[in-house]
């Protein structure tokens, strides 16, 4: 891909509408889900985006490793959903760039019936996920800004494929610390779970500011401040009893919101916890 062009990932077909200059693609600038690719180590990423994870990496390599840890720990969210909570409906919001096993992979490896909504308007991650879900008939991915949930559940997409009256698990996986509190971030989750029928859930990360007048509040203004000179969308290290508003009136599931290695590890934890590991939470929830 060049700056300029239309998107030339797998999946463009040339009979598509051109691509607007507006969402047109340049390298020489970071772009949010290519940075997320490059923490994780991924390769569909440009200079620009690696330099920002260097700049982070190189203060606090521990913080790399938490990233990439919670694309394990949706996994496990996942998991969970499909094998123990019989979920078999599933809307992925903020889907980022194609990494290792993906959401629908992962249920429908449990559950090949669960039907999955990616949702995304990132202009990128539309060319990849086009590519990926070609031919799968229960996994689609939606143009629409996962912050107008209202827009979201309206698309004719969602509304062809989710029924309504089942539940569904809605994920949003590194979404809402990108969204200052002008824009009112936790009402934006309220929507979402108002347009839920009973039985649904919240699997929802944030960065999380430990408050403790010490290294981890110093790392997370630290980063904050590196996506603000990085020209990217801001991100917000809010503090936990904030991440936990989110799933008020929900029925969290144990461990309860969390730090990402102590949700359902897979084995028993060799390490003790670093300062960075208090810097990501994660939890999941039913509405009841």
Not at 27 to 33: C, E, R, T, V
Not at 179 to 200: C, F, K, M, N, W
Request: net charge negative.
């Amino acid at each position: 891909m060049t700056s300029g062009s239309a998107l030339e990932s797998p999946g463009f077909d040339p009979d598509d509408p051109p691509v607007p200059p507006s969402r047109r693609i340049d390298p020489s600038k970071p772009n949010l889900a290519r940075v997320y690719d490059a923490f994780c180590g991924g390769k569909d990423n440009y200079a620009a985006d690696r330099a920002v994870v260097d700049e982070i990496h190189a203060v606090t390599p521990e913080l790399t490793r938490v990233v990439r840890e919670e694309w394990a720990w949706l996994g496990r969210a996942v998991r969970f959903l499909v094998k123990s909570a019989n979920i078999e409906q599933i809307m992925h919001l903020g889907a980022g760039m194609p990494l290792g096993e993906n959401t629908h992979q992962i249920a429908q490896r449990f559950n090949p019936d669960t039907r999955v909504i990616y949702v995304a308007d990132d202009p990128l991650v539309q060319a990849h996920g086009r590519a990926i879900l070609a031919d799968n008939e229960l996994t689609h991915l939606v143009e629409a800004d996962p912050a107008r949930p209202d827009d979201v559940f309206g698309h004719e997409t969602v509304k062809k494929y989710l029924e309504a009256d089942q539940p569904v698990a809605v994920i949003h996986s590194r979404t809402m610390h990108h969204v200052p509190d002008t824009e009112r971030p936790h009402r934006i989750v309220q929507r979402y779970l108002e347009l839920l029928p009973a039985g649904s859930y919240l699997v929802l990360s944030h960065f999380c500011d430990p408050q403790d007048d010490g290294a981890g509040s110093q790392l997370a203004r630290f980063v904050e401040g590196v996506f603000s000179r990085s020209d990217l969308r801001p991100v917000i290290f809010r503090p936990r009893a904030e991440v936990e508003r989110f799933f008020e009136g929900l029925e969290l599931v144990e461990p309860g919101v969390s730090r990402l290695r102590d949700w359902w590890p897979d084995g028993p934890l060799m390490a003790a916890p670093a300062k960075e590991d208090e810097l990501l939470l994660g939890g999941v929830a039913r509405k009841p």
